[in-house]
T-cell receptor, first 113, second 114 residues
Framework: KQEVTQIPAALSVPEGENLVLNCSFT??????LQWFRQDPGKGLTSLLL?????REQTSGRLNASLDKSSGRSTLYIAASQPGDSATYLC????????????FGKGTKLTVNP | GAGVSQSPSNKVTEKGKDVELRCDPI?????LYWYRQSLGQGLEFLIY????????KSGLPSDRFSAERTGGSVSTLTIQRTQQEDSAVYLC????????????FGNGTRLTVT
């Protein structure tokens, strides 16, 4: 059974700091991994999707890496801003190419001005 | 250019009543998903539609839960005889491209069963 763990559960940093969020999963036979952002009272916004054949994806100040063999992904946020404050979730298919995603419980990030 | 739309945004109902939650996916998106988000449980998969068919409904918690999709567009999630443990945010998402395409989520319906 696929399980996803995110560490830390919460993180508070001063503005401008670079930071790393961690995601680990138990079944490495996945087709892709997604990182999402959720603002309070809102739905999820897709940030990055890494296919199994890729090792990383970049979008602006965000960089996500994927190491399938070790069952790990990291989301790197450069030069953090108060607007980055949100909960970040990672998700992987329950198995292989399943359409059913299994989500971690998220990391709640607070960037202080 | 509208995103995924869900209604109502909030619903308070009495235990034992039936509720219907609606999802309008992004136009042209063939895949539609329902998830539930509750405190302490995180996001749980409920059901997946491809067109009007539901190839995977393994996440529906009991036979009180059902969902349908018509015209390859709007979907309705129905909960019969609601219980307090059904209180959660119900999120809908859609996807329009091939397998490795991102999901687009609505803002959810917050259901409170009193």
């Amino acid at each position: 059974k696929q399980e996803v763990t995110q560490i830390p559960a919460a993180l508070s940093v001063p503005e401008g700091e670079n930071l790393v969020l961690n995601c680990s999963f138990t079944d490495s036979a996945i087709y892709n991994l997604q990182w999402f952002r959720q603002d309070p009272g809102k739905g999820l916004t897709s940030l990055l999707l890494i296919q199994s054949s890729q090792r990383e994806q970049t979008s602006g100040r965000l960089n996500a890496s994927l190491d399938k063999s070790s069952g790990r992904s990291t989301l790197y946020i450069a030069a953090s801003q108060p607007g980055d404050s949100a909960t970040y979730l990672c998700a992987v298919p329950s198995q292989g190419g399943s359409e059913k995603l299994v989500f971690g419980k998220g990391t709640k990030l607070t960037v202080n001005p | 250019g509208a995103g995924v739309s869900q209604s109502p945004s909030n619903k308070v109902t009495e235990k034992g009543k039936d509720v219907e939650l609606r999802c309008d996916p992004i136009s042209g998106h063939t895949a539609l998903y329902w998830y539930r988000q509750s405190l302490g449980q995180g996001l749980e998969f409920l059901i997946y539609f491809q067109g009007n068919s539901a190839p995977d409904k393994s996440g529906l918690p009991s036979d009180r839960f059902s969902a349908e999709r018509t015209g390859g567009s709007v979907s309705t999630l129905t909960i019969q005889r609601t219980q307090q443990e059904d209180s959660a945010v119900y999120l809908c998402a859609s996807k329009g491209g091939p397998y490795n395409s991102p999901l687009h989520f609505g803002n959810g319906t917050r259901l409170t069963v009193t």
